[in-house]
């Protein structure tokens, strides 16, 4: 018993190797998402003055055009008797 004990201990022990390229996989990926962090941390601190005047000035776009959505443009439609609608054959058409 302690024979089959110990191979199965072995056997999941070496298994661990198979885990190995996922964790540097993740590795690699948070080392590139720290980096984009520091970068974009870095913008925000530098340009805080502009981000702020930035931000003010597209909150007030936002809202002068929310209110210019507030009646949908009304669709265009083809009458059934025009050329080129789905209800105009080709028997009609000769007439």
């Given at each position: 018993m302690p024979a089959l004990e110990r191979a199965i201990e072995a056997l999941i022990f070496a298994s661990r190797w198979i885990l190995a390229?996922?964790?540097?996989?993740?590795l690699v990926a948070m080392v590139v998402l720290l980096f984009k962090f520091m970068k974009e941390l870095l913008d925000l601190v530098l340009n805080i003055w502009t981000t702020s005047r930035a931000m003010r000035h597209a909150?007030?776009?936002?809202?002068?055009?929310?209110?210019?959505?507030?009646?949908?443009?009304?669709?265009?439609?083809?009458?059934?008797?025009?050329?080129?609608s789905s209800g105009?054959?080709?028997?009609?058409?000769?007439?």
């Open positions: 390229p996922f964790f540097l996989g993740l909150s007030s776009t936002r809202s002068r055009r929310s209110s210019d959505r507030s009646m949908p443009a009304r669709p265009t439609t083809r009458s059934s008797r025009e050329p080129g105009f054959t080709r028997s009609s058409r000769r007439r």
